[in-house]
């Protein structure tokens, strides 16, 4: 695939999507979200791949959209504001939705859409000495539309109502007390950091089982009690039913390791 504002690899079972325009401090626009999208789709499907790492070359991770991005847009009738904001919705759904965990290293500055980018990602690891987080949108006029779906259920409502109605900006560690963050560590050491949780994640667990908890957790919320029940006893009896499962018993038994 031939990409101009990211770049994609797989190697060591972990593909790894990194944005690449540290000139414009990874600002997002049209074109960085169909790449994206198109190595999110490419990750989904590559069986060689387990994990999936989302970093940025340069000193912001993402600082939101980019201002000439901002501009067109704001020429936009409602019809290709909509068209326009299923793409990112799509995107989002597509980070949350992957059946494999998503690890976003977040080194440095992560703002308005940035964050939301960080946010549909399974895990986050910050840098204690310059990552930073925020929904800044009201700043400007506008509001953190399609992340709330995923914050409200990543933080809860609560902690997601201050954070995008101050717009105010959190360092790694309040990010990390506010639940949003799930890792901080030195940024020499971010990563090292990054490697072991994808090879705790490799070697440590079944990817049926990762993908499946995955699935159960886009789709629980919203279901009313005695349909989630019914969905969970569905999924635990499938469960059983993988060669994952079957042989993650048989190794508990024997006192074996399973070479997930």
Not at 11 to 40: S, V, Y
Not at 51 to 60: C, I, M, Q, R, T
Not at 193 to 202: D, K, R, V
Request: with cysteine; glycine share 6%.
């Amino acid at each position: 695939m031939e990409f101009s504002r990211i770049a994609y690899a797989v190697a060591d079972r972990r593909a790894t999507i990194t944005l690449r325009r540290p000139e414009k401090r990874n600002a997002l626009d049209d074109e960085m979200i169909r790449e994206l999208t198109a190595a999110f789709t490419a990750a989904a499907k590559d069986a060689s791949a387990k994990v999936v790492s989302l970093k940025a070359e340069g000193p912001a991770f993402c600082a939101g959209a980019d201002l000439e991005y901002v501009q067109r847009i704001a020429a936009y009738d409602l019809e290709q504001n909509r068209v326009d904001s299923h793409r990112l919705a799509h995107l989002y759904r597509l980070i949350y939705e992957i059946r494999k965990p998503v690890i976003a290293v977040v080194h440095g500055p992560a703002l308005a859409g940035g964050c939301g980018l960080a946010s549909v990602c399974d895990f986050i690891i910050a840098s204690r000495e310059q990552a930073r987080f925020g929904y800044t949108e009201v700043h400007i006029g506008f509001i953190p539309a399609l992340v709330m779906v995923f914050l409200v259920k990543r933080i809860g409502e609560g902690r997601a109502r201050e954070l995008v109605l101050r717009g105010n900006v959190l360092n790694a560690e309040e990010a990390h007390a506010a639940g949003l963050v799930s890792m901080v560590v030195p940024h020499a050491g971010i990563a090292a950091a990054e490697s072991a949780l994808a090879e705790e994640l490799l070697t440590g667990n079944s990817p049926t089982s990762m993908a499946m908890c995955k699935e159960m957790l886009a789709k629980l919320h919203g279901m009313n009690f005695l349909d989630a029940l019914d969905f969970a006893a569905n999924m635990n009896a499938t469960a059983r039913m993988t060669t994952d499962c079957k042989q993650g018993i048989e190794a508990f038994l024997t006192k074996t390791k399973v070479p997930w």
